[in-house]
Every structure is written in C-alpha cells, then in structure tokens.
C-alpha cells in the first residue's frame, strides 16, 4: 500500500485499497443501508431510507464490517473516533472531516465517550430526481472514488462548516411535510456543494495528480460495485466506459495487477458468499443464483466451484457445521 501526504491529507492510493475489500471474509461484512443505520441505533427517523442526518455520535455500534449502499460525510468537534476504511486505520479528532462510499468497506473501532459530531449519509438516488446535482456537474469532488478518506481542517474551517451543518439541520426540521423530500433534496445538494469547496485546497492535489488511466481504473471499479450482481460481461464494462476489452484489460492490470475478470469475479464470489453465509438470509442456491442474475443453478454451481475451489452446497454446509461447534 502506497501512502502519500499534502499537507493535512494522507491519501491511500484507492485502487489497491478498493481491490483489498474484496480479499475480507464474507461472514465479517453485512451489506447495509441507511434502513439498517436507522434501526440498529433505534433513531427516531421516519421521514426517509435515503436521507439521514445523525445529531450526535452514539456510542452504541456496529461490532462488524459494513458494504454501504449510501455516502456518508460528517464533522467531527468533539472527542475521538477510530474508524477501518477499505482496510485502512483511520483516527480522527476535532476539527475532522471523514467519508467513505458504497462499496468501500467500512468499520467503527472505538468511540470516545462524548465524541460529538454532525453525520450525513445519503444514496446517491436521493439526488438524482434533481436534474443537476453534485455527481452530474463535476467529475470530481470530495465525494470520489480516489479522494481521502478524512481530511484535518482548520479550525476556522471546522467552524465555518459547523454553522452550515447546523444551518442546513435547522431549515430540515423546519420543512412541512408535503414539501420535505424536495426541499431536503435541494439543502442536501447545496451543503454538498458548500463543503467541496471548503474542501478543495485539499483536494485539488488528488484531482491534478488523477491520470486518464487512473480515471478509467476509478470508473471501473465504481461500476463493478454498481452493476456485478446484474452484468458479468466484460463487454458491457468497456462499451460503458467507451474503451475496448483490450485497452480496459491492459489498464486495469497495469494499475491494479488483476485483469477487470479477476476484479468482477472475486467482487461475485464474495456476494456469492456473503449470501451463503449470512444467518439473516434463509435463500435457497437457486434463490441465490437468480439474485445474482445467473441463468439457472446448475451455472451459478459451476461458476462457484471454478472461482472458490467448492461447490455453493458444501461451502454452506461448512459455514453451518462451524456454528454448530460454536
């Protein structure tokens, strides 16, 4: 892993730290929504699934890995935190801002007692009913795929963000009910465009440093996490990012040292996985195999064994004979 520093900014280069999430162990990762935020820490939050704006830092958390389906940014003003982003030790003290997004695999390690901070987490469908927002204007931001995962401001900076936060949280909870979706996605936009450019001394290093190939290899990655579960053809990859399979393949070795078919089939073997040994889900292999948009069992069987070395049935029947040791 290559680490780099500008200034307050330590940079993990993302290809290799995206690409090392998918070695973890399925039975230690949850796939997670902002739902599943809301009802571990019991928030009374019912206005949305997509949207959520947590007030405080709860010391109650998650004990396990989570795959996010969501963004989330926050600032933190008060105590310290220890969070596992994509396998990497992030600390973070007063006056830090941190983010991480779907697919980045995420872990609370410790949370001081009084840590206090404001936290957004948002879906990236949240905002795309309006027709410009963040992702649709700029190619990059602080939200990238690329970009740090925690920035230290300064603490005029830190100020400055607080009043916006607490500026956007109070116009949230002043918005009438029949007007709320539309006007939250609006505020949410603006405090996103807000902090970019309070953010953006820090993060123009990232941007001028971005080739054209690690461009490619970003959007490569982000569109494996988007779309493995529904497309495995390679095809369907380099059409979207208008290249061919030959350039698409050269890059993504040359950068990441796997071929985009290594990449896409260990992102499904770990899904595959996940699925089969997870206690919350009850799905049987062919349920399995069609949510991962396979044709019919016997293919998905086959694609497994090739890929993990056994058969979905005995992997499954391994992950219940070691809890029944337990």
Do not use: C
């Amino acid at each position: 892993m290559i680490i780099t520093y500008y200034g307050n900014v330590r940079r993990y280069i993302v290809n290799k730290a995206l690409i090392s999430k998918i070695m973890k162990k399925s039975s230690d990762i949850k796939n997670y929504s902002i739902q599943n935020i809301i009802n571990f820490r019991n928030l009374k939050w019912n206005k949305s699934d997509e949207f959520l704006i947590i007030e405080d830092v709860p010391l109650e958390h998650e004990i396990f890995h989570i795959n996010p389906n969501y963004y989330s940014f926050g600032l933190i003003t008060d105590g310290e935190l220890k969070f596992e982003i994509d396998s990497e030790t992030i600390q973070l003290f007063p006056n830090s801002i941190f983010v991480y997004r779907p697919g980045q695999l995420f872990k609370i390690l410790d949370i001081l007692p009084k840590s206090k901070g404001i936290i957004i987490l948002f879906t990236k469908k949240f905002l795309d009913y309006l027709h410009e927002n963040m992702f649709t204007v700029k190619e990059f931001s602080f939200l990238s795929y690329g970009m740090p995962s925690f920035i230290d401001v300064s603490k005029k900076e830190a100020k400055e963000l607080k009043i916006l936060f607490v500026d956007i949280l109070k116009l949230l909870n002043n918005i009438s009910e029949n007007t709320w979706r539309l006007s939250a996605r609006n505020l949410l936009s603006v405090l996103i465009y807000e902090t970019d450019y309070q953010l953006e001394h820090y993060t123009k290093h990232f941007v001028q440093k971005t080739n054209k190939n690690n461009k490619l290899v970003n959007h490569f990655l982000s569109l494996v996490i988007q779309d493995f579960r529904k497309e495995r053809k390679l095809d369907y990859y380099a059409n979207t990012l208008f290249v061919s399979q030959n350039y698409l393949n050269a890059i993504v070795k040359k950068i990441t040292g796997k071929s985009p078919r290594t990449v896409l089939d260990e992102m499904v073997i770990r899904e595959a996985k996940f699925l089969l040994s997870s206690s919350q889900n009850t799905n049987t292999i062919a349920e399995i195999s069609f949510l991962l948009s396979f044709p019919d069992p016997y293919t998905f069987s086959k694609y497994f064994k090739n890929n993990a070395g056994i058969s979905p049935s005995e992997f499954r029947k391994n992950i219940i004979e070691k809890i029944d040791i337990k």
